[in-house]
């Protein structure tokens, strides 16, 4: 069983949206920091966003203003909603969890985004 699944990625314009799904199985969800990475090629993998077991949030600069993270622990699953892309945006999204008590980590296989004219 995967642990997380990442989903809707693909091709977007530039200024265009997305909307990235992460469903989580086989842990305690609401217990878990969630958050979202990207790695372009060539790159490191470094943060996008992430949001706290109640609710805060934390964003990069590069996307505050244009990207919004949240969570529904009713589904088990974190959302992305990527807006005003642009070519800059484009890389492999990672979904991950994390719960520092335990010292426990969880990575989703990524996703593709590209944006492009």
């Known amino acids: 069983q995967v642990p997380l699944v990442e989903s809707g990625g693909g091709f977007a314009q530039p200024g265009g949206s997305l909307r990235l799904s992460c469903a989580a199985s086989?842990?305690?969800?609401?217990?878990?920091?969630m958050g979202w990475y990207r790695q372009a090629p060539g790159k490191e993998r470094d943060l996008v966003a992430t949001?706290?077991?109640?609710?805060?949030?934390n964003y990069a600069d590069s996307v505050k203003g244009r990207f919004t993270i949240s969570r529904d622990n009713a589904k088990n699953t974190v959302y992305l909603h990527m807006n005003s892309l642009t070519p800059e945006d484009t890389a492999v999204y990672y979904c991950?969890?994390?719960?520092?008590?335990?010292?426990?980590?969880?990575w989703g296989q990524g996703t593709q985004v590209t944006v492009s004219p």
């Open positions: 949001i706290t077991t109640g609710g805060r949030t």
């Open positions: 086989g842990f305690v969800f609401k217990y878990y920091i």
């Open positions: 991950n969890a994390e719960r520092t008590a335990t010292y426990t980590y969880y």
